[in-house]
């Protein structure tokens, strides 16, 4: 009932539409079997899909994935590197969850993703004695930039903190790599 009374004050307020175009919304795609598009000795890259015209091509280097992003037209829209998991990083290797979250902004008709959440789990090595932790990377998507804004470390709120933080990657600044 409050949702309903909230919509039509917004409506009488000319601003429904506005307020709406401001809110994501989830779509989902999947990262896992993807086909080989191209190889060498030691890559891959492998063709995703996406949503909405939008792809993800996964690229597959000595343990650590990253994403290019590509436009309807097959422009690109930019790439994704994982490799700001502090002075360590590279040491480290990963791998990427089996979906891709895109949150997109705007109504049916000039809708398009602002944000992508994706999952990287850390591999340690054996002889360190760690467990291999989680995290809900954000990134934001769009003509000034596309890169990784948050990375949300394991904890029960992991998913909720992911979304919230896809709200305002659009306008949040990049993890700078290394970090």
């Known amino acids: 009932m409050k949702r309903f009374a909230l919509i039509a004050v917004l409506t009488s307020l000319g601003l429904a539409e506005s307020a709406a175009a401001q809110i994501t919304r989830p779509e989902y795609s999947s990262l896992a079997g993807c086909p080989v598009i191209s190889h060498g000795p030691d890559w891959h890259y492998v063709d995703c899909g996406g949503v909405r015209g939008y792809k993800i091509l996964v690229a597959h280097s000595w343990g650590r ?41 705007g109504d049916e008709s000039a809708a398009a993703p602002v944000a992508l959440i994706v999952r990287v789990t850390l591999r340690y090595y054996p002889e360190n004695g760690r467990g ?48």
């Open 65 to 105: 994935p990253g994403l290019e992003l590509k436009t309807p037209d097959g422009g690109k829209l930019g790439s994704l590197n994982f490799d700001f998991f502090g002075p360590l990083s590279s040491r480290l290797s990963w791998d990427i969850g089996d979906r891709a979250e895109w949150r997109i902004r």
């Open 132 to 179: 291999r932790p989680s995290y809900l990377t954000v990134s934001k998507i769009g003509p000034d930039g596309t890169c990784v804004t948050d990375s949300i470390p394991p904890g029960p709120q992991q998913e909720m903190l992911a979304a919230q933080a896809a709200e305002t990657a659009p306008s949040r600044n990049c993890l700078a790599a290394g970090k």
